[in-house]
């Protein structure tokens, strides 16, 4: 049974950091592209940044570029998103997902429970 579990979440200030982990079991972690995902209340899930399998690729959304960083310990089956400079826009649950690495939600076959970053102004 896969399993994705994220933590990290919380509530920060505007220009605050926080590390997103997504742990993952029963699946071989190394094979499959790693995705983070938001979604704010009223609103659509959407791309947040995606690293192949290979750990060499990565994508981001426009609007976390330079901010957000994604990496993998292919060692602990682990995917981080360390986000800085948070602004009250960032605001959203939190979902990481195991797939395809592409920018659609379709390219992702598994997906964790989520964790809720909170940015106060």
């Known amino acids: 049974q896969v399993q994705l579990v994220e933590s990290g979440g919380g509530l920060v200030q505007a220009g605050g950091s926080l590390r997103l982990s997504c742990a993952a079991s029963?699946?071989?972690?190394?094979?499959?592209?790693m995705g983070w995902f938001r979604q704010a209340p009223g609103k659509e899930r959407e791309f947040v940044a995606g690293?192949?399998?290979?750990?060499?690729?990565?994508n981001y959304a426009d609007s976390v570029k330079g901010r957000f960083t994604i990496s993998r310990d292919n060692a602990k089956n682990t995917v981080y998103l360390q986000m800085n400079s948070l602004k009250p826009e960032d605001t959203a649950v939190y979902y990481c997902a195991a797939g395809l690495a592409g920018l659609s939600t379709n390219a992702y076959r598994y997906w964790g429970q989520g964790t809720q970053v909170t940015v106060s102004s």
């Open positions: 690293m192949w399998w290979s750990d060499t690729t990565t």
């Open positions: 029963g699946l071989t972690f190394s094979r499959y592209g």
